[in-house]
């Protein structure tokens, strides 16, 4: 009898030690409770309490979390109504108030990003809301975070994951972004034919100009030519009169020959003129080389 009530008691001490042996895994903290009262935390690895007297409250979980925003109705500044969700990423760094400060921390955590989340959106307008999503995260993460530090809580991010107007106004901005792009397209095209319009322009104002001052150097040199030849007539030189009815009888017959009406030119009998002024035009040639 003696030794089963001795077997008996070294049982009882055995299971009295293996409750106070507390094994933490990484990456969790174990609050310890002294009849229901908080007394100190277990951090990760191999800890031992006084049975019956302390035990274990709550494991906490110290690693970084995630929670999903389910999408929910926000009514914008405009008056659109938008579909939102998101993701919020958080972290306990305190133990004992994550236990002790906040019943059901995830719940309070969501809602309380919800709530702020539909504050924020409610305050802008449409376009706003949809091009800056970025502003929105950072917006409702400073509210948040300040408000769940006496939680033992870091929010870390608040992520946009998706915001989606109703599908009239979606189809409305579909028409109004259809509508830009042909306008774009159209002053595109009408730039396109001004500056072609402009290039053309300056084109054949060039072609003109150049023509003029051709016609212009032209009617210089025959004038050049005129005066010279009125200046040997007078001095009693007749090989200049031969030269200039010379020119002028060969210019008559190239514009007949370039004529599109006449293709039959009849030569005079007598082409003996025509002969002598040729040579009168090489010796007012040679002469006017020799001076």
Not at 162 to 189: H, S
Request: proline share 3%.
């Amino acid at each position: 009898m003696f030794s089963s009530f001795a077997i008996a008691v070294l049982v009882f001490i055995a299971a009295l030690i293996f409750m106070g042996v507390k094994m933490v895994p990484q990456g969790f903290a174990y609050t310890v409770e002294r009849f229901g009262k908080y007394v100190y935390t277990l951090q990760p690895g191999l800890g031992l309490l006084v049975p019956v007297i302390y035990q274990v409250g709550r494991k906490v979980n110290m690693m970084e979390q995630v929670l999903d925003i389910l999408p929910q109705q926000v009514i914008t500044a405009d008056n659109a109504n938008v579909s939102i969700d998101g993701v919020v990423f958080y972290q306990v760094f305190d133990p004992a108030k994550a236990s002790y400060e906040v019943a059901h921390l995830q719940n309070a955590i969501l809602n309380l990003t919800m709530t702020n989340l539909r504050s924020v959106c409610g305050s802008m307008e449409l376009d706003h809301l949809l091009s800056k999503r970025d502003e929105i995260g950072a917006r409702v993460l400073t509210i948040v975070d300040e408000a769940t530090n006496a939680w033992g809580v870091k929010v870390l991010r608040v992520e946009i994951k998706d915001i989606e107007p109703p599908a009239e106004l979606v189809r409305a901005m579909n028409l109004q972004m259809t509508a830009e792009r042909q306008k774009r397209a159209q002053i595109t095209e009408a730039q396109g034919k001004k500056e072609a319009q402009i290039l053309e322009a300056e084109g054949a104002k060039t072609a003109a100009f150049l023509r003029s001052e051709a016609r212009e150097r032209e009617a210089l040199a025959e004038a050049k030519a005129t005066k010279m030849v009125s200046d040997a007539v007078a001095q009693g030189d007749v090989q200049a009169l031969n030269y200039f009815v010379a020119q002028k009888y060969v210019e008559a017959l190239g514009k007949f020959a370039d004529s599109d009406q006449q293709k039959t030119i009849f030569m005079p009998m007598d082409t003996s003129g025509l002969m002598g002024s040729i040579g009168s035009i090489n010796e007012l040639w040679k002469a006017m080389k020799d001076k």
